[in-house]
């Protein structure tokens, strides 16, 4: 059983993190202090300390440095925000095993914990995954609506090649889900799947993170490092926010995928890669390579294939297929028994715009889950902004041609609103089929 000293002085944050690690079987000291893990670190030997960089009282760096001058096998992990990215690079040259970014997923420090382990001998923690294996939650859910469908029809297109796959779609519509399935449907199926958050890499340490790095090849270097790449070799590396990579990680990207080698970080060898490449984006990337912020023979290199990822405004027929998915994974993580939803609550969904996407609709379906006490979830366990919407008219795009200066613009929409299907693109514009085909002529619009 590891025994683990977890310092965090959000309260709620470390009551859920300790529940989750004693199901884990692990037996967990929590504080809430720098001072009073001091004191822990001095009484007791644990296998891992999880500490947040910064607390009230001291920097987490000064419960690192007891842990690294008691000189006993204890693996450090640091929690840290965004913001403070560059505290996290300082422990790792403190000697820092690893550095997690909140929020995380409850795996993504079971992952972390077990390489600490490994690190001091002591074994792994029930249940826990392997360093490739992607989150449990990356679910694809298949959709019924027609945008479902061609989503669904790329993905059984492309899976089966080894093109590398550009993914693009705005945040929280499931572009890693996405990713996971084409993977799942490849022959690359029972090689690993490896998910990168490009955005979340701070710059000192991306080229250690992508290609590893060896034994003192730096300061806090105190072990060899795989990196991503060797990680994924046999199967596929997802690189998620490939727009945040910036640009010298971004020449030793490409040349890695050009030349399927890496070369760890203070090493003199290369390593042979096969891998399959899969990056997502939510940004309009060939904007990007216009302004000369991201390399145009690196995008043409990912984006051998593209898949655009429909909002989950333009995917109503699906809302419900979404949220009683989600509704069932709820009930299972929380242990509740909630049956389904009531029609307020239905109505509520149907005119909220949704801008988080499926992302966004989990996480309100989970805090229903957690609020209700009756059956079926009512309105009233939902957040302000979803009910606001409710009472709100839904604007319409008047597409009557006849009614605008803007016909180009119409018909545009409408074809992209229908998905290239003229005859419905046509009772949307309240024309006829012929009309249509007269004004795409007209302004040499070319499907």
Not at 293 to 313: A, G, M, Q
Not at 391 to 416: C, T, V, W, Y
């Amino acid at each position: 059983m590891a025994k683990i000293l977890l310092v965090e002085d959000d309260v709620a944050f470390c009551t859920m993190l300790k529940t989750f690690l004693v199901k884990k079987e692990c037996e967990v000291d929590a504080v809430y202090t720098a001072t009073e893990a001091l004191t822990m670190v001095a009484k007791h030997k644990y296998d891992v300390v999880i500490s947040d960089v910064r607390l009230p009282d001291k920097e987490g760096l000064e419960i690192l440095q007891a842990v690294n001058k008691k000189g006993e096998k204890t693996g450090v992990i640091m929690m840290t925000s965004y913001a403070e990215i560059s505290m996290a690079v300082n422990a790792i040259k403190e000697g820092a095993l690893d550095y997690i970014a909140k929020p995380f997923h409850p795996e993504v420090i079971m992952k972390a914990i077990n390489e600490a382990l490994q690190e001091s001998g002591s074994s792994q923690m029930r249940g826990s995954p392997k360093a490739e294996t992607v989150r449990p939650e990356a679910t694809y859910i298949k959709g019924g609506s027609e945008a479902s469908a061609k989503l669904n029809n790329y993905i059984d297109l492309v899976a089966p090649t080894n093109m590398s796959v550009l993914i693009m779609g705005e945040s929280g519509t499931g572009k890693e889900q996405i990713a996971k399935s084409i993977h799942d449907k490849s022959k690359r199926n029972s090689a690993p799947f490896v998910a990168v958050d490009c955005g979340a890499i701070p710059r000192e340490l991306a080229s250690s993170e992508f290609f590893g790095h060896v034994k003192g090849s730096f300061t806090g270097a105190v072990n060899n490092k795989t990196g991503h790449f060797e990680a994924a070799n046999g199967g596929t590396i997802f690189l998620d926010e490939i727009g945040n990579l910036n640009y010298e990680l971004q020449v030793q990207l490409l040349r890695a995928l050009q030349e399927r080698k890496v070369k760890p970080v203070g090493s003199n060898e290369e390593i042979h890669v096969n891998i399959r490449v899969i990056a997502a984006t939510n940004e309009d990337l060939f904007e990007l390579v216009k302004k000369g912020d991201f390399r145009e023979d690196l995008y043409h290199r990912l984006n051998e294939f593209s898949i655009k990822v429909p909002s989950l405004k333009d995917r109503e027929e699906d809302l419900m297929i979404f949220a009683n998915y989600f509704l069932d994974h709820a009930n299972q993580e929380l242990e509740k028994d909630i049956a389904g939803f009531s029609e307020k609550t239905v109505a509520a969904f149907k005119a909220y715009h949704w801008p988080g996407n499926l992302r966004e609709l989990k996480n309100v379906v989970k805090r229903a889950v957690l609020l209700s006490n009756t059956e079926y979830i009512s309105s009233s366990c939902l957040p302000s902004e979803v009910l606001a919407a409710k009472n709100e008219p839904k604007e319409e795009q008047n597409f009557s041609l006849f009614k605008s200066k803007n016909e180009q613009e119409l018909i545009l929409d409408a074809l992209e609103k229908t998905h290239g299907n003229k005859s419905k693109a046509a009772r949307l514009l309240s024309i006829d089929r012929k009309t249509l085909y007269n004004k795409l002529k007209q302004y040499d619009i070319n499907l």
